[in-house]
């Protein structure tokens, strides 16, 4: 282990300790419960960073700060805030469309959950995923200053099929539709804190299919 470990398993502590400390989490809770969208900003800002650093880690043995972490550290925090509203529009929406007969088994938790969890990773999931490819290909083209970056230079650029392979055809169906079942059982105050928790789980996922592709160019 490197000295990046343990800090980074400190600051992960850290964060483990405030929700397990009564006062800390209490205090954090009330907050997030009052600003729902600064709450979501700052879950997502340090935890999917962390993510990040994370993946950067295990494709290059280091933790290795890259050009503009601060820019992309804020795109996180501005996808934790659009995830704190569409936690909400989704489960909403599916227990009217529930309600309505348009789903089924209307007043069972775990459908409500799964359905909410489905739409949104087969909807608004993808479109997030682009949002986020395209914003770090932004940041990361203003920083080396290559050139001109425009939006279709920025489209050229994306790696389309690992975004449609891996983003959208595997984790979410096979990740993030299941996790976001079990995030949307919980109850609603703790669901974009684990799912900011999540966001690092799919740091290692991302890292490792950047170093199945590398095996296989290589």
């Not at 684990?194 to 490792?208: D, R, T």
């Amino acid at each position: 282990m490197k000295k990046g470990d343990y800090i980074w398993g400190a600051a992960l502590l850290s964060w483990v300790l405030v929700l397990v400390v009564p006062q800390t989490r209490e205090a954090f809770m009330s907050f997030t419960g009052a600003h729902p969208y600064i709450g979501g900003f700052i879950k997502f800002i340090i935890l999917a960073t962390m993510g990040d650093l994370l993946g950067i880690r295990l494709i290059k043995g280091d933790y290795v700060i890259p050009g503009g972490i601060i820019l992309k550290a804020l795109v996180w925090g501005v996808i934790g805030m659009m995830s704190t509203l569409m936690f909400t529009l989704y489960m909403g929406g599916a227990n009217a469309a529930q309600n309505a007969g348009l789903l089924p088994f209307v007043g069972i938790g775990i459908a409500q959950a799964f359905f909410g969890s489905a739409v949104m990773n087969l909807t608004f999931g993808p479109m997030m995923m682009f949002f986020h490819r395209i914003m770090d290909l932004w940041i990361d083209s203003s920083y080396e200053k290559k050139g001109k970056v425009s939006l279709s230079v920025l489209v050229d650029k994306i790696d389309w099929h690992s975004l449609v392979e891996f983003s959208w055809a595997k984790t979410c169906l096979f990740f993030w539709i299941p996790a976001h079942t079990i995030v949307f059982m919980l109850p609603p105050q703790y669901r974009v804190l684990v799912s900011a928790f999540l966001s690092i789980a799919l740091g290692l996922l991302l890292a490792f299919a950047k170093k199945g592709k590398a095996v296989k160019s290589s």
